[in-house]
């Protein structure tokens, strides 16, 4: 299986800064099709997960243009470039390059 | 827009069989673009794939190895809807467990509500 790994696990973000989450895989997740498998999800207080980044760069349908992701083969980031109180949660990055799909350990975003 | 309401039980016994069931309304459990879901989500372990469904010309499973001799995942394209059946039911598989949709791009871009399951006597 393909081990996802985030980095850090929790983060203190005042309102209006920026917040960056790293995730780094075991294996590339570039494809031959030449699409990379990368995702980012985000966890809400009791909510189900939610899809925020697609292909590692793709905002999905609905996501503020806050939300960015970049990087390649094993190493991604996902960045918040003005941190609002609604981003509070658990942010995952997730492969799909293969069976079975795998998700990262969750960073716990907080608001100071 | 898709919404998937689940269905359960919240508590079983050891030794038996959980069944959970996801019913779909704005898709098809039988559309050739999707692929229908079951994740789990615990402390120990996060979060999970346990296994999919889908149609392509015919009806395909995958399951992960964890799980792979415990877990039958069917569609029911009658009531529109699929389910999960895991078997031999131990305190470890107790977590919060969900069903999701997969689209080619947009993998889990919709999730049920989650059910937690509790494993004990």
Redesign the interface.
Known sequence: DIAMTQTPLSLSVTPGQAASISCKSSQSLLHSDGKTYLYWYLQKPGQSPQLLIYEVSNRFSGVPDRFSGSGSGTDFTLKISRVEAEDVGVYYCMQSIQLPQTFGQGTKVEIK | QVQLQQSGPGLVKPSQTLSLTCAISGDSVSSTSAAWNWVRQSPSR????LGRTYYRSKWHN?Y??SVKSRLTINPDTSKNQFSLQLNSMTPEDTAVY?C?R?RP?????S????TLVTVSS
């Open positions: 996060g979060l999970e794939w995958d992960a190895v969900y999701a997969n791009g947009a993998p889990f871009d999730w049920g509500q989650g």
